[in-house]
């Protein structure tokens, strides 16, 4: 089954992996898209932009 790895972008050269899950089908689940956002939002409150 494929994979997703949603991933932000830290400091211009560092990538966060902020959420993985299995695809079921061809569309992306908007609520794991929703949810790497919140953890995007969370990991720049804690670390900085």
Known sequence: MPK???YG???KNNFVLL???TK???E???RQ???ALSLLDDWY???GK
């Open 28 to 30: 992306t689940d908007p």
């Open 9 to 11: 972008v830290w400091k």
């Open 45 to 47: 409150e804690r670390k």
């Open 19 to 21: 959420n993985h899950y």
């Open 24 to 26: 079921k089908k061809d």
């Open 33 to 35: 898209i929703e949810r």
């Open 4 to 6: 997703r790895v949603f």
